[in-house]
């Protein structure tokens, strides 16, 4: 089975480019479930059950472990498992059943819409890495896609003249953009292979180096320029975080920013009212006349 991991962790590196943070959690969570298979003689991934899972899923919880750590390790395996079925090694999942214990969830982020455009305006587009930087801050910002997603995504994931980009596993999706990313892309691809193209790389955004960006190539642009605004407590997430906030306190409805975003749960797009509705309450505390 150590084989199988292997493999997987190569599949996440190569092909969706997860950070070496979720390589080494994903790493560790799987080694660990293998050791307490083994203790179970459970030694074939033609063996793993629903119920030698859910005596895994116990066994951490009696260490200790925090509800969010027993989700991560829950996310690792199930991930692993998809992939087993995708590469038809398994032809069916013992964790699809498995559910994560519930985590308190925290106030997302949100950076004022304000503040959003000053972030937009950083780049320098008169050199081929502004552009570059542009084209992605737009992107993150029209759409709301994870880090993830925006550094999988290949120039065949975007149509530009419809304005959409298609993006999202297993949850296909496709997601509309607005005019100024349009301009950013439009900008970047025209001058993306004689730039950044050298290794003939079909993943739309590059390094200098002609190599997919890296989750730590992006948060350090990312950084840099929030730097510049006194910005400190930004991150890739804040992008996301904001892009729902904003659509919902502009009168968005909940289910078509629950499907931007592509939550299976809507609750977890709920969490974003939260500051809808603080807004919507300082405008009228400033705003009427007997506030």
């Given at each position: 089975m150590d084989q199988y991991i292997n493999?997987?962790?190569s599949y996440l590196q190569e092909i969706k480019h997860s950070s070496k943070n979720t390589l080494q959690a994903y790493q560790n969570d799987l080694k660990k479930l293998l050791v307490f298979l083994d203790k179970q003689n459970i030694t074939s991934i033609s063996k793993i059950s629903e119920t030698s899972l859910n005596s895994y899923v116990l066994a951490l919880e009696k260490e200790g472990l925090s509800p969010a750590s027993v989700s991560r390790n829950i996310a690792a395996i199930k991930a692993f498992l998809l992939y087993l079925i995708k590469h038809q090694i398994i032809t069916a999942d013992p964790s699809e059943r498995i559910k994560p214990p519930k985590v308190q969830k925290k106030t997302p982020q949100i950076i004022k819409s304000d503040l959003v455009n000053q972030l937009l305006l950083q780049p320098d587009t008169s050199t081929r890495k502004g552009i570059r930087d542009l084209a992605m801050l737009e992107l993150l910002y029209a759409t709301g896609i994870k880090v993830s997603e925006l550094i999988a995504m290949k120039t065949s994931d975007i149509n530009l003249s419809s304005r959409f980009i298609t993006c999202g596993e297993p949850r296909e999706r496709n997601i509309p953009f607005g005019k100024s990313a349009k301009l950013a892309l439009a900008a970047y691809l025209e001058i993306r292979e004689e730039s950044f193209n050298k290794k003939h790389n079909d993943f739309l955004f590059l390094?200098?180096?002609?190599?997919?960006?890296?989750?730590q190539g992006l948060w350090k642009i990312l950084k840099a320029y929030a730097k510049k605004l006194g910005m400190?407590?930004?991150?890739?997430?804040?992008i996301r975080h904001s892009f729902a906030a904003h659509l919902l306190e502009n009168g968005a409805d909940l289910s078509s920013v629950q499907e931007f975003l592509g939550h299976s749960d809507i609750t977890t797009t709920q969490l974003y009212l939260t500051h809808s509705f603080k807004n919507s309450r300082e405008v009228y505390?400033?705003?009427h006349p007997r506030a």
């Open positions: 493999d997987f962790i390094n200098a180096s002609g190599e997919p960006l890296t989750r400190e407590e930004i991150n890739p997430n804040s505390m400033t705003a």
